[in-house]
C-alpha cells in the first residue's frame, strides 16, 4: 500500500531472510521466471530474474524453491503474486534488464511447511531489509 511518493507500508507477518547460498526460485508454469531468491520468510519471497520476450505474471500458481545445498528443492509450493516490477541494476554497466517477483505462500502443507523453516532456520544469514 503506497503511504508516500515512492514510499510502501510494509505489511508482512513474518521477518524475511537473505538465503545464505545460492537458493533459487522457479514458476512451475513457465520456468523462464527462474532467479535467484532475494529473501524468504515462512510467508513468501522474493526473487530477481530476467525477463524474456512472452513471459506472463500468474496471479496464481506453483513454484520450486531451490535450497542451493545438497541440491534440496521443495516443489509445488502455491502462491499468489505480490508484486512483479522492474529493478533497477546494481552493475550500472549492465544493460541486462531486471524483474523483481514477490509471491505471498498459499496454503502450503505440513512437509512444506517443515521444509520451508529448516531452510529459514539453517539456510539463511540475516534479516533482510
Do not use: W
Request: charged share 30%; proline share 4%; hydrophobic share 35%.
Amino acid at each position: 500500500m503506497m503511504t508516500g511518493e515512492n514510499e510502501f507500508e510494509d505489511r508482512r507477518t513474518h521477518t524475511r531472510f537473505k538465503p545464505r547460498y545460492g537458493a533459487y526460485a522457479a514458476v512451475m508454469s513457465d520456468y523462464r521466471k527462474l532467479g535467484l531468491i532475494k529473501d524468504i520468510s515462512m510467508g513468501g519471497l522474493s526473487f530477481s530474474y530476467i525477463p524474456q520476450e512472452g513471459t506472463h505474471t500468474p496471479k496464481s500458481d506453483k513454484m520450486i524453491i531451490g535450497f542451493g545445498i545438497d541440491n534440496k528443492a521443495l516443489k509445488e509450493v502455491p502462491f499468489k503474486t505480490v508484486m512483479d516490477v522492474k529493478e533497477e541494476n546494481i552493475i550500472s554497466f549492465s544493460s541486462i534488464p531486471l524483474r523483481k517477483m514477490s509471491v505471498e505462500f498459499e496454503e502450503i502443507n505440513v512437509r512444506q511447511k517443515t521444509a520451508l523453516d529448516y531452510f529459514v532456520q539453517n539456510c539463511t544469514q540475516k534479516e533482510a531489509r
